[in-house]
């Protein structure tokens, strides 16, 4: 293993702060909520703007793991424990990396008449008559889905005292924005006009509508650590140091890969080095120095996982 992790010994959290810009022009395209639209507040940089949210952010560092094409993980990060879900004719449905609720997944708890389920809350030794064994707990989760201890879980399907919140999250916002309004028409050219029936509703006619985008002084990418937290799951130090790894990793899959986030919302990073902004010369490693070290931190924790090479396989069926 070739990254040094010792300077964040007695540390409780690692902090990023990475300025991005947009690939081209000035304007971006922000997330958008029901009955909200863009989520602006006011702060001491003026008006300010969640580009993008933690939950969103969270899935999006799992896509950077997943082979979509090939329905598995990407190469770097074979071996390490998932469920994979088949459906009834014994393809790939699923699996708790695509999951935004992970080993919670219906897909997963319905599987079999919930046979995985049960053998699950037995690993966990769950009772809803004791106080929950956290170790053992954070033992069952890191046996079929490493990944739950990074992005966090709710078994609530289980009990629900079962949780683990995210040691890794991350959000994106931009400060003192503003709005970039524009717009469009949709154009009909058979039939330009509305009349009687054939209404803008029906998909005809020509429809103008309006557009919001914005502009920022500045954005940035938040990334947290929880370093505390995934010392306390209390699994050794090969599984701890896999974990850690395996959230720099994400980040830097994340960064390394494809941040465009929306059609109108394509981001770069605006600097060379990434250097945490709490621990004085820690450096994010690069993909290909990260690669080499979670997967020989995979290969030394490979006797904690389930099934063959870390995967547990289910079916279900609809």
Not at 15 to 43: N, S
Not at 70 to 85: E, H, I, N, P, R
Request: glycine share 10%.
């Amino acid at each position: 293993m070739t990254i040094d992790l010792s300077s964040l010994n007695g540390t409780h959290q690692l902090l990023f702060a990475i300025r991005l810009e947009p690939v081209q022009g000035k304007r971006f395209q922000p997330t958008g909520f029901p009955d909200l639209g863009a989520a602006t507040y006011q702060t001491t940089e003026g008006t300010s703007l969640l580009v993008e949210s933690a939950q969103s952010m969270a899935n999006r560092m799992e896509a950077a793991c997943w082979d979509e094409g090939a329905g598995v993980l990407v190469d770097a990060l074979k071996g390490l424990s998932y469920v994979d879900v088949l459906g009834s004719d014994g393809k790939h449905l699923t699996s708790t990396i695509e999951e935004a609720h992970r080993l919670n997944s219906v897909y997963v708890e319905n599987a079999e008449g919930g046979k995985f389920h049960k053998s699950l809350a037995e690993e966990i030794g769950y009772s809803e008559k004791a106080p929950i064994d956290r170790r053992r707990f954070a033992r069952a989760v890191f046996k079929f889905d490493a990944g739950a201890l990074v992005h966090g879980v709710f078994l609530e399907s289980i009990g629900g005292r079962l949780r683990f919140a995210r040691a890794l999250s991350a959000f994106i916002e931009a400060d003192d924005v503003k709005v970039a309004a524009s717009g469009g028409v949709k154009n009909d050219h058979v039939q330009p006009g509305k009349e009687g029936e054939k209404t803008a509703s029906k998909g005809f006619g020509n429809v103008p509508f309006h557009r919001d985008e914005y502009t920022a002084r500045e954005t940035t990418l938040y990334a947290n650590i929880d370093l505390a937290q995934i010392r306390g799951y209390g699994l050794g130090v090969d599984a701890t140091r896999l974990l850690t790894v395996l959230c720099l990793y994400k980040l830097r899959a994340l960064l390394d890969g494809k941040l465009r986030l929306r059609t109108a919302c394509d981001f770069k990073v605006a600097s060379a080095e990434i250097i945490s902004t709490n621990i004085d010369n820690f450096t994010l490693s690069a993909q290909q120095d990260l690669e080499l070290d979670v997967k020989a931190a995979i290969e030394e924790c490979k006797s904690l996982f389930a099934g063959d090479n870390g995967i547990t396989t289910v079916t279900y069926k609809a």
